[in-house]
């Protein structure tokens, strides 16, 4: 069962432009967080946003979340060739077990 | 530094054998996770465990079994390989903290069957 769905799947930019990546999910959550994977290696655990918050910062990160939409976004600013990878939303709907990921959408940030 | 380790990088193994897949972490975790990670389907559950000894199927836990004897360790074995296993293996660890239950990931293993 796949909640989140990532948009777009692949996206291409140069370094210093913003990227804005978004995530939509089916049912209520507690929790969304964004992680991100560098090519061949494990899930980095980026922010979470809580199911009450709309909007969280973190460094050059920013995610929003609307609930009555059931989607987050994330935003990248200036961003940089090291922000190559693929990002991933994960939601909670159980209170602290488990979380289902999306598909995740590819990044790569062009020198 | 907190600390996920997994047993192998890249392993390769026949169908029909039985493949063991080790995964440590030192943070004193109550959760840990398989996932299974495909190209565009993301990361698929397979199992999860809560505790020492306790497990829960996942998304997808058909060929697949998974051991807890101690806390720190959650094995995921693979009865008998078939090809349609090969895959990227990633396991990770949680603490149940209500609100913030970050997952910590390995540096996953990628297996092939042949």
């Known amino acids: 069962s796949q909640q989140g769905e990532e948009d777009p799947q692949a996206l291409s930019i140069q370094e210093g432009e913003n990227a804005t990546m978004n995530c939509s999910y089916k049912?209520?959550?507690?929790?969304l967080q964004w992680y991100r994977q560098n090519s061949g290696r494990g899930l980095v655990h980026l922010i979470l946003i809580r199911s009450n918050e709309r909007e969280k910062h973190s460094g050059r990160l920013r995610v929003t979340l609307d609930t009555s939409k059931k989607s987050s976004s994330l935003l990248i600013t200036a961003s940089r060739a090291a922000d190559t990878a693929s990002y991933f939303c994960?939601?909670?709907?159980?209170?602290?077990?488990?979380?289902?990921f999306g598909a995740g959408t590819i990044l790569r940030v062009k020198s | 530094d907190v600390k996920v380790t997994q047993s192998s990088r890249y392993l390769v193994k026949r169908t029909g054998e039985k493949v063991f897949l080790e995964c440590v972490q030192d943070m004193d975790h109550e959760n840990m996770f398989w996932y299974r990670q495909d190209p565009g389907l993301g990361l698929r559950l397979i199992y999860f465990?809560?505790?020492?000894?306790?497990?829960e199927k996942g998304d997808i836990p058909e060929g697949y079994s998974v051991s807890r004897e101690k806390k720190e360790r959650f094995s995921l074995i693979l009865e008998s390989a078939s090809t349609n296993q090969t895959s990227m293996y990633l396991c990770a660890s949680s603490s149940p903290s209500g609100f913030y239950n970050e997952q910590f990931f390995g540096p996953g293993t990628r297996l092939t069957v042949l």
């Open positions: 049912t209520s959550i507690n929790n």
């Open positions: 465990s809560y505790d020492v000894k306790m497990k």
């Open positions: 994960a939601t909670d709907a159980t209170y602290g077990n488990k979380l289902v």
